[in-house]
C-alpha cells in the first residue's frame, strides 16, 4: 500500500514536500512515480525515480522545480516542489512498479499502465 501526504495550499512560488510512504517487501526494488490530475483534466505524469534512486525523469512542466528522491530505508518516496504555479494544482498521486526498478526512457516511465499500484492522493493549491 502506498499513502501520500504532504498537500496543502500554499502561495505562488512557495514550496511543498509530498511524502509517499510504502509497506511490504518491494519497495526497495520498485521503480516510483508521481502523477497528477486536475480538476476535469487528465492524470498527467509528473516524475519517476528508479530503485535505487540513481536515476530520474521529469516531465517537461516541473523539470528545474520539482526534485524526485528516495529513501529506501524509510520506505518513502518524495516530491519537493519548488517555485510552485497556480498550473501546479492538482491532487498528486504516488505509484510503484513494483515489478521492476528501472524507469527506462521518458515514453516508459511516463505510462501510468506501467504502475500497478497506487496511493490514495493529496490536493496540492497554489493560489496566484
Known amino acids: 500500500q502506498l499513502q501520500a501526504s504532504g498537500g496543502g495550499l500554499v502561495q505562488a512560488g512557495g514550496s511543498l514536500r509530498l511524502s509517499c510512504a510504502a509497506s511490504g517487501r518491494t519497495f526497495s526494488s520498485s521503480a516510483m512515480g508521481w502523477f497528477r490530475q486536475a480538476p476535469g483534466k487528465e492524470r498527467d505524469f509528473v516524475a519517476a525515480i528508479n530503485w535505487s534512486g540513481g536515476s530520474t525523469i521529469y516531465a517537461d512542466s516541473v523539470k528545474g522545480r520539482f526534485t524526485i528522491s528516495r529513501d529506501n530505508a524509510k520506505n518513502t518516496v518524495y516530491l519537493q516542489m519548488n517555485s510552485l504555479k497556480p498550473e501546479d494544482t492538482a491532487v498528486y498521486y504516488c505509484?510503484?512498479?513494483?515489478?521492476?526498478?528501472?524507469?527506462?526512457?521518458?515514453?516508459?516511465?511516463?505510462?501510468?499502465?506501467?504502475?500497478?499500484?497506487w496511493g490514495q492522493g493529496t490536493q496540492v493549491t497554489v493560489s496566484s
Open positions: 505509484a510503484a512498479q513494483r515489478q521492476s526498478g528501472v524507469i527506462g526512457t521518458y515514453s516508459y516511465a511516463s505510462r501510468a499502465a506501467r504502475y500497478d499500484s
